[in-house]
């Protein structure tokens, strides 16, 4: 598990064996089984998770109770609720297991610690931020923009191994169709 950690690491920083040492001592490994919640709406969030092996999905459910997909996360991903992982605010979504999944576990004093302690370790954070918040924003803009066979081929093409590992009916809540239309989407 650390190998992966200093590998994704790597692809932005370099760090030596002893800096390696001192990151990997604020990481903790947790195993999940399919299915299994690792945050509930209304838990505190402790943890930001990197996923060494598996397959997430991020939830909010409305007042309704309809369930809306915001994002999935796979191998070198990181994931949380991650306004109330840096505000100390309650889960306003739930982080479930899609598949058994494998994750290291960075609490928001060990975040603090690496940043203060290993100063490139900020500019990692920092960059990995900035491209979840991208992200972030072509999704947006994606929904403002494209229709619905336009949002299906954005994700097929952006995460094809994505779409092998996760329902359709899944993909379908993610692009905000029924099942029904996904399906003539991917006809």
Not at 140 to 150: P, R
Not at 152 to 169: A, G, I
Request: aromatic residues 14%; proline residues 2%; contains cysteine.
């Amino acid at each position: 598990m650390q190998a992966n950690l200093r590998e994704h690491i790597e692809k932005i920083i370099p760090v030596t064996d002893e800096e390696f040492d001192f990151i990997s001592s604020h990481f903790t490994s947790r195993k999940f089984k399919k299915h299994q919640f690792i945050i509930q709406e209304g838990d505190a969030v402790q943890y930001s998770y990197f996923v060494i092996s598996g397959l997430l999905k991020l939830v909010y459910t409305d007042a309704s109770a309809k369930q809306h997909i915001v994002s999935f996360a796979m191998e070198d991903w990181w994931e949380s609720d991650f306004y109330a992982f840096y505000t100390k605010t309650k889960a306003t979504m739930s982080l479930e297991c899609l598949e058994d999944t494998e994750v290291l576990c960075c609490s928001l004093e060990d975040y603090k610690k690496l940043c203060d302690g290993l100063q490139k370790m900020e500019r990692f954070f920092l960059e990995k931020a900035t491209f979840g918040f991208l992200g972030s924003q072509r999704r947006i803009l994606s929904w403002l923009t494209s229709n619905s066979k336009e949002r299906y081929e954005q994700l097929l093409k952006q995460y094809p191994m994505l779409m092998q590992r996760v329902p359709k009916s899944l993909i379908a809540s993610y692009l905000g169709v029924s099942r029904e239309t996904l399906s003539r989407l991917s006809s």
